[in-house]
């Protein structure tokens, strides 16, 4: 009897020990590389118009005099363009870096490029999941999925950004069944435990 038990809790957990990338299966979507360049292209596009004026050049009047602008100028708009770039660069690299997986009844979240910041949620704890969406983000198409514990620092950290509309419904329905998955088994072992001792 108790190796039948025994063997049973060893399968339920096997099942619980599992492994799996779950980035691969809902990738993020390379629109968020659009998303985190829109506020430094308005920001840079407005200070290099303020630069132009400032140059007392209408740059409306002739297309021109924006191939005459001075040398100052032009130096502040290859510093810009290199602003850009280099964001540009950076909104890939964080887009690649980001990892979200399940292993051994966990949620596990890494975000980072330099410096890894990683959130480990147990599948007992998580309560909600949820996608929210900014002006910017409905603009673009995009979701971002939240992922709420019992602790309130799980809303800040455990998010997962730049999601389309089928793959975060796909990540929700399948974060949520495994959610439920771990609890039935989880219940299931206390349950056959339980009997063990009756």
Same mark, same amino acid.
């Given at each position: ?19 799996? $990338? ?59 363009? @290199? ?6 660069? &950076?909104?890939?690299? &964080? ?6 997986? @399940? ?9 980072? @490029? ?6 480990? &949620? ?7 999941? &949820? ?14 999925? /939240? @992922? ?18 089928? /793959? ?10 495994? /959610?439920? $998955? ?17």
């Amino acid at each position: 009897m108790d190796n039948e038990i025994n063997n049973t809790e060893s399968k339920l957990r096997s099942g619980l020990v599992r492994s799996q $990338d779950l980035k691969s299966r809902f990738p993020i979507s390379t629109r968020i590389i659009l998303k985190q360049l829109f506020p430094w292209v308005m920001i840079l596009a407005l200070l290099v118009v303020f630069a132009v004026k400032l140059n007392s050049r209408d740059i409306f009047s002739d297309f021109n005099t924006i191939l005459d602008l001075d040398i100052e100028l032009e130096a502040f708009v290859a510093f810009v363009l @290199i602003v850009l770039f280099v964001k540009a660069i &950076y909104s890939i690299l &964080y887009r690649h870096r980001i990892s979200y997986r @399940i292993e051994e009844g966990h949620l596990k979240l890494s975000k980072g @490029i330099l410096i890894r910041d990683t959130g480990i &949620y147990p599948l007992s704890r998580i309560s909600d999941v &949820y996608c929210k969406r900014s002006l910017l983000d409905a603009l673009l198409g995009l979701h971002c999925l /939240v @992922i709420c514990t019992a602790t309130p620092l799980s809303v800040n950290f455990a998010q997962i950004p730049g999601l389309t509309s089928n /793959v975060a419904e796909g990540l929700s329905e399948f974060l949520l069944s495994s /959610v439920e $998955d771990y609890q039935l088994r989880y219940n299931d072992i206390s349950a056959k435990k339980g009997s063990k001792f009756v």
